[in-house]
């Protein structure tokens, strides 16, 4: 089975209740957001049918076929899931951040011991994998606690918007920052925090590589019922040698089923 190839229509219903694609159980506010979140573990902010995967867009507009209209000003669907993103974020009782391949995501905090342990940067190895830039703003977040998107570029004296910018992507896929809130006026700005600062005992949790790749495997396939080739790596950032380490020990713990190379099922659905 191959990316693109039609599933199972026993997948596609598991689906439909798992991912909310069904009207009746759409995603309307920020505490329906949060526990479809937990339920399926992680999953993206507002990515549309196009891309696999769960996502809060696609939980709102309650259907299989939820596409992201061009100009998402005036859709209302768009503009329901961005609030509900806003809101959840600024909870703060679930991780976002952009994370691998720059993909704004949510991470239920059960689960995010296990993606800190393969991205996460140990403070001992900051100097090793940030760069200039990246520890620059991360000093002066460790003296502010939090700040806005200007005044913190202004106070790590970095001119350049687009350096800028890598710094706190880089500082995001690393579980050092994430966005805590967001202001519209007088302009648009995300306010900045350290990780910690909210997720402190989730990140403090040392979990080894293998146990990260099973327990990341494993909540995906339970939402997701069955996986094509490439599937996990590309909504993970893993590598595809890491993803099907990860699917392997669910074979191996009895839970899932290798239906031919690169293809698992989760077995309760078999």
């Known amino acids: 089975m191959s990316p693109g190839q039609d599933l199972p229509e026993l997948i596609e219903i598991y689906r439909d209740r798992v991912w909310h694609r069904e009207s009746e159980n759409r995603i309307e506010d920020a505490l329906s957001a949060e526990i479809f979140i937990e339920r399926v573990g992680f999953c993206s902010s507002m990515t549309d049918c196009r891309r696999p995967g769960p996502s809060l867009y696609i939980a709102v507009c309650g259907r299989r ?66 760069s200039d830039d990246a520890r620059s703003v991360l000093r002066v977040l460790r003296r502010e606690w939090e700040m806005g998107t200007r005044d913190l570029r202004l106070a790590s004296r970095i001119d350049e918007r687009g350096r800028f910018n890598r710094a706190i992507d880089d500082l995001q896929k690393t579980f050092k920052v994430i ?64 993803a099907g380490s990860g699917s392997w020990s669910l074979v191996d713990d009895g839970v899932a089923l290798r239906l031919e190379p690169g293809v698992y099922s989760w077995r309760e659905l078999a």
Not at 191 to 209: G, K, N, Q, Y
């Open 65 to 130: 076929d939820a596409y992201m209209p061009r100009n998402v000003q005036k859709d209302p669907e768009s503009r329901l899931a961005w609030s509900i993103k806003d809101d959840v974020m600024r909870r703060g009782r679930v991780y976002y951040a952009k994370l691998k391949r720059g993909r704004l995501t949510f991470i239920a905090r059960r689960l995010l011991p296990y993606f800190h342990a393969l991205w996460g940067v140990p403070l001992g190895k900051e100097s090793k994998f940030l």
């Open 179 to 242: 966005p805590s809130d967001v202001i519209y006026k007088p302009t648009f700005s995300y306010i900045w925090s350290l990780a910690e600062t909210r997720f402190h005992d989730e990140l403090e949790l040392r979990v080894s590589r293998e146990e990260a790749l099973k327990e990341i495997a494993r909540a995906y396939l339970s939402g997701v019922g069955i996986t094509v080739r490439g599937e996990l790596a590309s909504v993970t950032g893993l590598s595809r040698p890491e």
